[in-house]
Structure formats: structure tokens, C-alpha cells
């Protein structure tokens, strides 16, 4: 009939019997996945950093687009410098006004004095 089946009994007397090129394909198979794991694990980790960042500067960006035209992140060292200029220019400028609207009086007058005579 059949034989009786033997079970299999692990002890410090088993050994195991594989080809030594297999055994080494297996190893070098096993490194190459954790590799490609760890590189694939790594990239990742360093893409979400940068969309992060591109997240904050994207922020930023719309902050600093909203505050500038309003005044809010201060002004341009040119800018500061541009309206002190024109604060002198519009003195100067009103300055002139009073002298040509004293002129026009004195004309005026002249004209009238001269008419009278």
C-alpha cells in the first residue's frame, strides 16, 4: 500500500539543501526591493516638502499681492523718495500760483488806472 508519510522535524540536524546561485539571486533581489523601497520612500517624502513650501510661497504671494497696491507692506525706498519730490514741487508750485494771482491783480489794476485816465 502507501507508505506511512514522515513528518518533518526541525531540529540542530536539518539542513536545507538550495543551489548557492539562487541563494544569491534571492539576496541580491531582497536588496534591490529595500533599495527601491527607501529610494521611492525618500522621493516622496522630499516631493511633499516641496509642495509645502510651493503651498507657503503660493500664500505669501497672494498676500503680498492683496497688501502691497493697498499700502499695507509699507513702500519702495523710491517711492518715498519720489513723494517728498513731489511734496516740494506741489510748495513750489502753489508758490507760484500766489505770484501769478498777484500779478493778475496788479494788471488788472494798471489796466484800470490806465482806462481812468
Known amino acids: ?27 541580491v533581489l531582497a536588496g534591490a526591493a529595500v533599495y527601491g523601497y527607501f529610494g521611492l520612500t525618500s522621493q516622496i517624502s522630499q516631493l511633499e516638502i516641496d509642495v509645502l513650501r510651493m503651498k507657503d510661497s503660493v500664500q505669501m504671494n497672494s498676500e503680498f ?31 507760484l500760483e500766489t505770484h501769478v494771482d498777484t500779478l493778475r491783480i496788479k ?3 494798471l489796466d484800470a488806472d490806465t482806462d481812468s485816465k
Open 65 to 95: 499681492r492683496v497688501k502691497w497696491p493697498l499700502g499695507q507692506l509699507g513702500a519702495l525706498p523710491d517711492d518715498a523718495e519720489q513723494n517728498m519730490r513731489l511734496r516740494f514741487i506741489e510748495a513750489d508750485v502753489a508758490t
Open 1 to 27: 500500500m502507501s507508505e506511512p508519510q514522515k513528518e518533518f522535524e526541525l531540529n540542530k540536524d536539518t539542513s536545507l539543501g538550495i543551489n548557492l546561485k539562487w541563494l544569491i539571486q534571492i539576496i
Open 107 to 109: 494788471s488788472v489794476k
